[in-house]
């Protein structure tokens, strides 16, 4: 692998990390792609190339990732939660939510019963697929 190779994927990982860290947050790809330290268009080809997935798909995913667990373990409402992973709207949520896990947040509440397993093992068993 190149110097250059390597230096584009440190910084494809800074901006990943970024957006893992704070999913939360309003995160668009200007903000991003400061972060990366290039421009937005380039950054969104090689964020995609890098992972296989746009930055806000992945973004998106990473909310839902966090929604899925918030749904198995607490009793917040769907709304609470819908805001509290950082969408704007408890509509936008909904459809993103089941886009990409295939149901509704509150079918995927009434569905997903606590297990006496490793955290570690749920995650991949439940990690939405791209």
């Not at 992973?85 to 939510?97: C, E, H, K, Q, Y």
């Not at 886009?99 to 068993?125: H, L, M």
Request: charge should be positive.
């Amino acid at each position: 692998m190149t110097r250059a190779a390597e230096e584009t994927n440190r910084r494809m990982l800074r901006a990943r990390d970024a957006m893992d860290r704070s999913y939360a947050q309003p995160l668009d790809v200007p903000a991003l792609a400061r972060i990366a330290h290039g421009s937005q268009a380039h950054f969104t080809r090689t964020f995609r190339a890098t992972f296989g997935e746009t930055p806000h798909r992945y973004l998106q995913r990473r909310r839902v990732e966090r929604a899925m667990s918030l749904l198995r373990d607490t009793d917040r409402s769907v709304t609470d939660i819908c805001f509290l992973v950082g969408f704007g709207s408890p509509g936008t949520f909904s459809r993103t939510f089941r886009d990409i896990v295939g149901r509704s947040p509150r079918q995927y509440r009434k569905e997903a019963a606590p297990t006496n397993v490793p955290t570690c093992f749920t995650k991949a068993w439940t990690r939405p697929r791209a």
